[in-house]
């Protein structure tokens, strides 16, 4: 290993910090874009399925809305699975560590993907209710974990890239389940069950080739008081043996928050200190939700088709867009240290709430010309920008930014508890949204849009380049509340206004 000056700060990406980061995205962050994408194009050969197996048992069919209600069953367990997913995350993380948790979360996955897989031929419906579940709480695990523990690998000059990685694996899983979604491809009778069943073989592999990676340098220093094992982690992930200053800076982290103690989700909302942070995550995990991602997606195929697109051509501009995700989530790792994560949050959100505004008057006014539908197309395809920008990676991000050692799982479980219930909601309620308000149900998003890139503008500091602790130092101006010394974790009373930073 090459001896390197620790005067040198800036780390640089060394092979196992970057195999690490892949194998850690492509087994955990993939699968959670492939589940929310595989499931919608062999929705119809799915539902048809259901159908069968129930007139095989019962001697008769469904009724539309006992199928549409199990149907409903099927999709959004997914994301209650995510809940429940995000609550196991800061018992699972203190205990396995960031990345046997990542190992154990594999079970989440393999399971499932042997029941979906196996559900056609053993005629049950009942295992791909229960496999979505498990396959979700999967995801709710690997959405905090991931970039939880990319965060605390990664030195500081590349915690912003490394962090939008799981992002982008994420919208790289959507692409490859809307590739094989295709009708000629698995998106057939025979080829559904594969189709679901796919999201095993990362899983396997992550299996297989993680343990050769270290475990978060920082859980064991400060959780596991092993110095040894973490220096020796440090030296592999950095490429150069001395690595005293690092330690030094986990050491003054794990100082700081000494007397905190382990935060529950409780202390989290009840410490003066962690107050705006804590208020940022909820606004910046249900923005992120919240502001018609997933109501864009479902109605983008309704979009193509008014635009002229014909029916079968739909599947194929659905996968483009997929694209256009991946390829602008790839901009956004390499302009995160660039242009800082306050600037891509407040352009994302921006660009999102102007294509809400526009693409609500093209579709009131689709029928009034030729070329009307065009601009939906447009403000599809713009959203999906600004969404990949800045809403979809910086929010996780930020939360391994914000808060220190010890509150991190904790506020890991709530980030992804607002991420997954908003989610949830969104999926349960656009339905009925949609044919109330119809077009006008995009007024919605950009108002969601609007306030939170307002409270981003008010609020929302840039972290890029600062150590966990210098970030600290800016909500603790703005808690109001002084430094916390080890020894004086109670802080005198002040006023509950908070400063704007």
């Known amino acids: 290993m090459e001896q390197q000056d620790s005067v040198k700060r800036d780390g640089r990406l060394t092979p196992v910090l970057a195999l690490a980061t892949l194998i850690a995205a492509f087994g955990s962050s993939f699968q959670y874009g492939y589940n929310v994408a595989a499931i919608n194009s062999p929705a119809e050969l799915m539902k048809a399925f259901y159908n069968e197996t129930y007139y095989d048992r019962i001697g008769e069919y469904m009724s539309e809305f006992s199928l549409t209600l199990l149907w409903s069953v099927s999709v959004s367990m997914f ?140 859980y064991l220093l400060i959780q596991r008081k092993d110095e040894e094992t973490a220096k020796n982690a440090l030296r592999r992930l950095r490429g150069w043996d001395d690595v005293d200053t690092e330690i030094e800076e986990i050491r003054e982290e794990d100082k700081a928050e000494k007397a905190a103690g382990f935060v529950s989700v409780r202390k989290l909302f009840s410490m003066r200190s962690l107050r705006w942070q ?110 990949a920008l800045g809403p979809s990676p910086i929010p996780a991000l930020l939360i391994t930014e914000i808060f220190l050692q010890s509150s991190r799982p904790a506020a890991f479980m709530v980030g992804g508890s607002v991420h997954w219930l908003s989610n949830f909601t969104v999926g349960l309620i656009f339905p009925f949204i949609q044919v109330g308000l119809g077009a006008y149900s995009f007024i919605i998003f950009a108002v969601i849009c609007l306030l939170t890139t307002i409270y981003i503008f008010l609020v929302v500091p840039e972290t890029k380049s600062k150590t966990f602790i210098e970030i600290n130092r800016i909500f603790t101006k703005m808690n109001k509340v002084s430094e916390v010394h080890p020894e004086k974790m109670e802080l005198k009373d002040f006023p509950p206004s908070a400063s704007r930073q």
């Not at 429940?84 to 018992?91: D, K, N, Q, R």
């Not at 790792?333 to 242009?339: H, Q, R, S």
């Not at 600037?343 to 994302?348: E, K, P, R, T, V």
């Not at 294509?355 to 029928?367: K, R």
């Open 79 to 218: 994301p209650f699975g995510g809940f429940l997913g995000s609550l196991m995350v800061g018992p699972l993380v203190n205990k396995l560590g960031r990345k046997g948790t990542l190992l154990f979360n594999n079970i989440f996955s393999i399971v499932p993907a042997v029941l979906m897989g196996c559900s056609k031929v053993a005629e049950s419906f009942e295992m791909i209710v229960v496999a979505r579940l498990l396959v979700g709480t999967c995801a709710g695990l690997s959405s905090n974990v991931v970039p939880m523990y990319l965060g605390e690998l990664a030195p500081k000059n590349l915690r912003g890239a490394l962090g939008v990685v799981p992002q982008l694996f994420i919208t790289i899983g959507i692409l490859v389940a809307q590739i094989f979604g295709l009708r000629s491809i698995l998106a057939n009778k025979q080829g559904w069950p594969v189709l679901l069943g796919v999201t095993g073989i990362p899983a396997a592999l992550q299996l297989l080739l993680l343990p050769f990676f270290p475990e978060s340098p920082r």
């Open 278 to 387: 804590v208020v940022s995550i909820i606004v910046l995990m249900g923005g992120q939700q919240l502001s018609g991602v997933n109501a864009i997606y479902y109605y983008a195929d309704q979009i193509y088709l008014s635009a002229g697109v014909k029916e079968q051509d739909v599947q194929y501009v659905t996968a483009g867009t997929g694209a256009v995700n991946v390829l602008m989530t790839v901009c956004a790792v390499f302009v995160v240290e660039l242009l800082g994560r306050r600037f891509l949050l407040l352009l994302g959100f921006s660009i999102c709430f102007a294509a809400c505004c526009v693409l609500t008057a093209a579709l009131a006014l689709q029928d009034a010309a030729s070329w009307v539908p065009y601009i939906s197309i447009t403000c599809v395809i713009s959203y999906v920008v600004g969404h």
